[in-house]
């Protein structure tokens, strides 16, 4: 637990997994909605929303996107990210192409900056 702390992130990201989900779980919650996995630019990963993107397009592996915030009617905020701009949409961006992009190592925690607990 001693690899665990607070780093402060610039809210860049990388999609590296994106789903579009048509039936919600949840009430308030209402479809279709984009749901990924990113990795920030500093190496932690979050489940996190896409907004302001088509839910039909989805999001592409290796979208960039950037951190905003949705408010909550309790008063707390939810990260969330939207697409980063000048970022491809998915209709220029080649998903069988992934190997081109310069998409993290996700096995990588050299870094240091994620906030993960190891067993040992």
Sequence with gaps: MDRLGWVEASGAAVVDASTTVYRSPLPGLEPPYVVARVRLEEGPILLTNVIEVDPGAGVPIG??????????????????????????????????????????DPTNDSTGAAPVATEE
């Design 63 to 104: 979208a960039v996107v950037h951190l905003a915030w949705r408010d909550l009617p309790d008063g707390r905020a939810l990260p969330v990210f939207r697409p980063a701009p000048g970022a491809l949409s998915a209709a220029e961006l080649d998903p069988g192409r992934a190997e081109d992009l310069d998409l993290p």
